[in-house]
């Protein structure tokens, strides 16, 4: 069975689920809806039709997943229980400490509606999620460690973004070394939030605009840089294209742990990705979810999951007899 998938929103994360799109199997690409005019947007892929928000609703019977590509500071917050009122969804939302009122107005929008929604689903919240709860199930004695970087950051670029007088901006996440050198040595360390990562930011302004103005903005964001280290450069247009037109990111979840009846021995357990793109590798992994969305819907699963909640097998597009017989 072919799952029909839509997207709704074609910036970075927009077409990084595009290209997933093609290389599976048993999936096509429905369309893609914008807010900006249809006519300015020319897909990565041939023979794609690109329409308007407003055209979604009229689609319904089309579209077996709608992949929301918005930004977490404002975007998803609105049209993830907007949308899982309508379709199965999927969504990236990324602001960790928000998860939990994020999660309670879209599982009530999708069980009113007998709809299967996945959120936060990418590799931080997503990936590294998974990784901690098995290395937490393992070894119960111990402490979890999670490093980012050094990389951009997609959604807080985009809350950088959205400050008034920011015309573009790039945000990279950086882990301290001597943290991470510390962790891996067993040590199990007490670390701040600031001893473990700083924040490095490259803006644009606006001709006129109050550079110090944004930049306090910037630094006392809360859950975004308000708690660390965080420096703030201002550049011109031409030196980010130049110099920050990729958009590679990585990191690593370190779980340092005893096991003994003395706690005499110690194991390390450490997950890292090293990414080229983010958001093709975010769209991926969105990708991935929304065939189990479209599985866990069909099994009448409904209401708002994440990928805690995904048995393994309905992420992947082989059969359970290969699985076992390839992977098992």
């Known amino acids: ?54 055209d979604l609703e009229k689609m ?24 899982a009122g309508v379709f199965n969804v999927i969504d990236s939302f990324d602001t960790h400490a928000n998860i939990p009122k994020h999660f309670a107005a879209v599982d009530a929008a999708a069980k009113s509606a007998g709809k299967t929604a996945i959120i936060s689903c990418g590799w931080d919240p997503g990936m590294f999620s998974l ?11 111990g402490a979890d460690y999670t490093f980012w970087g050094k990389g951009v950051s997609q959604g807080h670029s985009d809350a950088i973004r959205r400050i008034e007088g920011v015309v573009d901006a790039r945000q990279y996440t950086i882990p301290v070394a001597e943290a991470v050198d510390s962790v891996r040595a067993g040590k199990m360390p007490e670390l701040t939030t600031r001893q473990k990562h700083t924040r490095e930011c490259f803006v644009v302004a606006a001709e006129g605009a109050d550079q110090n103005a944004i930049e306090d903005a910037i630094v006392n964001m809360p859950n975004y840089f308000a708690d660390y280290d ?41 997950y890292k990705l090293t990414l080229d793109s983010n958001p093709e590798f975010t ?9 189990a969305a479209f599985r866990m819907n069909q099994n ?29």
């Open 1 to 54: 069975m072919t799952i029909n998938i839509a997207i709704f929103g074609y910036g970075n994360l927009g077409k990084g689920v595009e290209a997933a799109v093609v290389k599976q199997p048993d999936m096509k690409l429905a369309g893609i809806f914008t807010r900006r005019d249809p006519k300015t947007i020319s897909p990565l892929s041939e023979g794609v039709n690109v329409y308007h928000e407003s």
């Open 60 to 83: 319904k019977d089309a579209i077996d997943v709608l992949v929301l590509c918005g930004g977490s500071a404002t975007d998803l917050p609105e049209q993830t229980p907007r949308w």
């Open 131 to 141: 990784n901690r709860v098995y290395a937490n199930a393992i070894l119960p004695d």
């Open 230 to 270: 965080t420096t703030v450069h201002f550049i011109d247009q031409e030196t980010m294209d130049r110099d920050h037109s990729g958009l590679p990111h990585g990191g690593m979840v370190i779980r340092s742990g005893k096991t003994g009846l003395q706690n005499e021995h110690n194991h390390i357990i450490e």
């Open 283 to 291: 769209g991926s992994v969105l990708i991935a979810c929304a065939r």
């Open 300 to 328: 009448g699963d409904v209401g708002c999951k994440t990928i805690l909640d995904i048995p393994p097998a309905m992420l992947s597009s082989d059969s359970p007899e290969f699985l076992r017989e390839h992977m098992l």
